[in-house]
């Protein structure tokens, strides 16, 4: 006899979950300098394709950007993660970090 409510409000439920997890799982920085753009560029060129040295020359970047407190502490973290993942081999992984990176960035 609860047949009727039910369907409604296990809809309503998803579709709060949904838009939680839409809004909740973008875990990525907010980039804050056009340098740290023109970063995720050289990260996500670097990763495509799989290229050590264009990785070295991001991760030197970013050593200078740190150095001057052009990015933020998150943007660091994101970077040296996704630079590392590179570096022991997994780049498609994190050319797909990179790109999500980017994509965080169009709000």
Partial sequence: MLSKPWPGFINAVL???VM???VGC??????????S????????????????ERLEKAEAKLKTL???????????VEFES????ARAGQWEEAQSRA???AEAQVR
């Fill in 15 to 17: 579709g709060v979950l």
């Fill in 20 to 22: 939680l997890m839409l």
């Fill in 26 to 35: 973008n875990t990525q920085p907010q980039a804050t300098t056009a340098e």
């Fill in 37 to 52: 753009m023109e970063l995720i560029k050289q990260v996500y060129t670097a990763c495509n394709t799989k290229n050590m």
């Fill in 66 to 76: 740190v150095d001057q407190q052009v990015i933020s502490e998150d943007e660091r």
């Fill in 82 to 85: 996704i630079i590392a993942q």
């Fill in 99 to 101: 790109l999500s990176f």
